[in-house]
């Protein structure tokens, strides 16, 4: 997903092969638009007449931060 606009409700895609789709609210499976920041984020999409459609967004697992350490090194 490169961007969606929630007041627009438009937003565009890219396909791995670089092509960009618009897609518009109407085209997320299920209704489930993005709700905020989305740019980066990995989608699944259909191609259709130069449209995205039946956008689903791909769950990303959230990193691990590492811990800090008191004290530090000596």
Not at 8 to 13: F, I, L, P, Y
Not at 44 to 62: C, K, Q
């Amino acid at each position: 997903m490169l961007w969606f606009n929630s007041v627009r409700d438009e937003g565009v895609v890219e396909a791995e092969g670089g092509e960009r789709l618009p897609v518009t609210g109407d085209g997320f499976a299920g209704g489930l638009r993005p709700e905020r920041r989305c740019g980066g984020t990995p989608v699944s999409f259909l191609g259709v007449e130069g449209r995205a459609t039946d956008v689903t967004l791909t769950p990303v697992a959230e990193q691990r931060r590492a811990r800090s350490h008191r004290g530090g090194y000596r």
